[in-house]
């Protein structure tokens, strides 16, 4: 067998993401959103079999509360990847999150002035 | 007297008659051999000449395929990562590029070409899980032992294809639904992948054509592969012969089907995890967007490579930013703009959202 020429190199990722998921349903990003935070529950052992990725949550999760989005970019993953072997893990009860909070509210214009307009004529 | 003259003679020309058809037979014999050189040397000639052709050409293909990876991988971590749907989508695209390219690179082995060449070592488990991801029904393929044994950079690729081949057989000939499973098992001599499936076994005839093709004594023809070609063991011969390893399809599995087995000799293995590739991205926080409390980079130190040649990096501390911290501690940015960008946008909202979750006390599930 010749050969000649160079090698061209290969630079894609060599492990794909639907490996990496096995092809499952990935989860809504209602779920586990981009910045939810999330940390390893305490005392957890990891999965017997756990996979590179799985390890790689675990040992970036030990060190206190990281966004969903963080972890995402950390392990190089698409974030609804992440987001997958995230729940994973939550449903196993090995993680803990802390959910976003509900964006800030519009204030009422009418109430402030109203309050303001009582407060005045009580103290001022 | 004259009638045993007469017998002489007839013999004489009988045997004159002989000799003049040995000559003849001769004559034709070498004739023909001369004909058959002249057409094996012209056959062989111009399978070279297509070979070459379609080396070429494959070449071609395997660089798009390679680029097309690049820009799903691409689109599904910065652009549609956080939409499912989407994401599922590009993961449908990926899956048929991979199997699209894997044919690409099987012709272009077939045809003394070259694979494309991996930068860095990868895990026995990545590579078995980079072949499974060839293959049409990757979902039933399970991997079972990880070693932290690692192929050689060189290896990586041919191995991946070969692999991918045997199971592609496998999940073929096999029942839908039924499983395939890889082993990695540490022999003496190195590591085996071992491929079983739940299928019918093949006969006799199909073993011998696959040794035969396994370990090839000459170049393989191409045209010799049927149409539709099928081209699996042709694949794994010639790749195993270029590269030194073992391929072989003669036992019987555990679930009666065929048993596959790549033994990978120490040569071709090494223990070292490959070194990272890119340097440690800082994160960036702006004092626009979180002017009370900066980000600040927390130490990280990298722990190895992920599956995708990426390093992965440990939080040295816990990620708690401190109440005040000065602009000017941040470390300066070191890698592409990209990352840094990307990573400190996740970092600003990671920590406005700590502003606002602290006030309101913790709502651990």
Redesign the interface.
């Known amino acids: 067998m010749t050969t000649h020429g160079e090698d061209a190199t290969v630079s894609s990722e060599l492990v794909r993401s639907y490996v990496i998921t096995g092809g499952r349903r990935l989860p809504s990003s209602d779920d586990l959103s981009l910045h939810t935070l999330v940390t390893l529950a305490p005392d957890r052992e990891l999965p017997l079999g756990a996979s590179p990725e799985v390890r790689a949550i675990w040992d970036l999760c030990s060190g206190g509360y990281l966004a969903v989005a963080e972890v995402a970019a950390h392990l190089g993953l698409p974030v609804g990847v992440a987001r997958l072997l995230l729940s994973d893990l939550a449903e196993q009860g090995h993680l803990l999150r802390r959910a976003a909070p509900p964006p800030a509210q519009a204030v009422d214009r009418d109430l402030i002035e109203k309050v303001l307009y009582g407060l005045q004529s009580r103290f001022a | 007297m004259a009638l045993r003259k007469q017998n002489t003679d007839l013999r004489s020309v009988r045997d004159g008659l002989h000799m003049e058809t040995q000559r003849l037979q001769s004559g034709y014999a070498a004739l023909r051999n001369d004909q058959e050189r002249a057409l094996a040397e012209v056959r062989g000639d111009a399978e070279a000449e297509t070979k070459d052709v379609l080396k070429a050409w494959m070449?071609s293909l395997?660089?798009l395929a390679?680029q097309q990876?690049?820009s799903i991988?691409d689109l599904?971590?910065l652009k549609?990562?956080?939409?499912?749907q989407i994401?599922?989508d590009l993961?449908?695209i990926?899956?048929t590029n991979?199997q699209f390219g894997r044919r690409a690179q099987g012709i272009a082995a077939l045809c003394?070409?070259?694979?494309?060449?991996?930068?860095t070592a990868?895990?026995v488990?990545?590579?078995a899980?980079?072949a499974?991801?060839r293959v049409k029904h990757?979902?039933r393929v399970k991997i079972h032992n990880?070693v932290s044994v690692h192929v050689t950079a060189t290896a990586?690729?041919p191995v991946?294809v070969v692999l991918a081949e045997l199971l592609d057989n496998a999940t073929n000939y096999s029942a839908p639904g039924t499983p395939v499973e890889i082993n990695i098992q540490p022999v003496p001599t190195g590591i085996c992948l071992i491929v079983d499936d739940a299928g019918l076994g093949i006969s006799q005839e199909e073993k011998d054509r696959a040794s035969a093709l396994l370990n090839p004594q000459a170049?393989v023809s191409i045209t010799s592969l049927g149409n539709p070609p099928r081209v699996g063991f042709a694949v794994a011969g010639?790749l195993s012969?270029?590269y030194g390893f073992k391929v072989s399809v003669d036992s019987v599995s555990p679930y009666g089907g065929v048993r596959a087995v790549i033994l990978l000799p120490e040569s071709l293995l090494t223990n070292e995890a490959p070194e990272p590739v890119t340097d440690t991205p800082a994160d960036t926080g702006t004092p626009e967007v979180a002017p009370r409390v900066a980000a600040v980079p927390?130490p990280v130190s990298i722990?190895g490579t992920?599956?995708?040649?990426?390093p992965?990096?440990?939080?040295?501390?816990?990620?708690?930013p401190p109440p005040s911290v000065s602009e000017s501690e941040q470390e300066p940015e070191r890698d592409s703009e990209l990352?840094a960008s990307?990573?400190g946008?996740?970092?600003r909202?990671?920590l406005?959202?700590?502003d606002?979750?602290t006030t309101?006390g913790?709502?651990?599930?």
């Open positions: 070449r395997q660089v390679d990876q690049r991988s599904a971590k549609y990562g956080n939409d499912p994401l599922a993961m449908t990926d899956h991979s003394g070409g070259w694979l494309g060449r991996r930068e990868a895990s488990y990545d590579v899980r980079s499974t991801g990757y979902d990880q990586v690729e991946a170049p010639v012969d270029r927390a722990i992920t599956a995708g040649g990426l992965k990096r440990r939080r040295a501390v816990a990620v708690v990352t990307r990573l946008a996740f970092a909202v990671a406005r959202e700590r606002t979750t309101e913790s709502e651990d599930q």
